[in-house]
């Protein structure tokens, strides 16, 4: 059977194109080289604890999460926590993840957030299936909402009980954190000297409740925004006021039209990188 010089084109072109490598992602280290899942996955291993940064909504990001926590589960005993989880509702957790309660409940008694059934879920219903503890670390939202538009100060009025969910009163902070710095300058000022200060009792209280929960010789993976853990500040930060010789290990999220690709202006931005495509559907 004879085929045509366009036909026999055509056929190149068809399986050049479909045998390409497109990958939704790639991992890079602090220097901004490639390097390779196995090889975060043995450095996590030998940490105390692990700030695994994310983009709220990136559906690879949360795979990567889940997937990490898997195998770091097979080589270590695990403490789990999270941004996403308000340390008032930890008891609510702590019902779920004994049985006490159904996820039905869980979902009417605690503030969820509204990707949780496909992007948090997994890890909780992974530590309950395992037993194990998962850490509710965040300031409830309201607390820190009263921080941006009254400062520090708001916290004082709390009661006792209150008191128990944010990380003890006065709170350290450095408003020259270049984190903080920049984040005025990208709100224009917006919001104020208090507009840091509610991060910082976010990053605060997430350290806190980390340090509070840490047991010895397990390891404490923690999910939040990439934010509260980049350049090393933030929940890192204070972690190391605390204790300077903790072994940390952060992950940040970047997202590029070509992930093969690194911006070295991303540099040192965090231990891993993980370098996801732009056009990368959310899972919100």
């Not at 695990?78 to 941004?83: H, I, V």
């Not at 309660?101 to 869980?106: F, H, L, V």
Request: positive net charge; contains cysteine; hydrophobic residues 35%.
């Amino acid at each position: 059977m004879r085929i045509s010089i366009t036909t026999m084109l055509l056929l190149l072109f068809t399986t050049l194109t479909f045998s390409q490598n497109k990958p939704a992602y790639k991992l890079y280290n602090g220097n901004g080289k490639k390097v390779s899942y196995k090889k975060m996955i043995c450095k996590m291993s030998k940490a105390d604890i692990v700030l695994f940064g994310e983009h709220h909504y990136n559906p690879i990001v949360h795979w990567l999460q889940y997937e990490t926590t898997v195998d770091l589960s097979k080589s270590r005993k695990l403490t789990l926590g999270a941004e996403m989880f308000e340390a008032d509702n930890q008891q609510e957790l702590n019902d779920y993840l004994s049985g006490k309660i159904t996820q039905k409940t869980y979902d009417t008694v605690a503030r969820l957030w509204e990707n949780y059934p496909t992007d948090y879920k997994p890890l909780v219903d992974f530590a309950k299936e395992n037993k194990l503890r998962f850490i509710a670390t965040n300031i409830p939202r309201n607390f820190a909402s009263n921080v941006y538009k009254n400062g520090f100060e708001s916290l004082d009025s709390l009661s006792s009980e209150e008191k128990l969910w944010i990380a003890p009163l006065p709170i350290k902070y450095d408003a020259n954190l270049p984190g903080y710095v920049k984040m005025m300058k990208m709100m224009g000022g917006h919001g104020g000297d208090n507009l840091p200060k509610a991060q910082a009792i976010k990053d605060a209280t997430m350290a806190y409740f980390i340090l509070k929960n840490k047991e010895n010789g397990k390891l404490f993976i923690h999910y939040n925004g990439s934010y509260h853990s980049d350049d090393f500040e933030g929940i890192n930060w204070y972690l190391k006021q605390e204790n300077p010789t903790l072994k940390i290990i952060t992950v940040s999220v970047v997202e590029a039209k070509n992930v093969k690709k690194f911006d070295k202006e991303k540099k040192h931005k965090a231990n891993f990188i993980i370098v996801v495509s732009s056009t990368m559907t959310k899972t919100n």
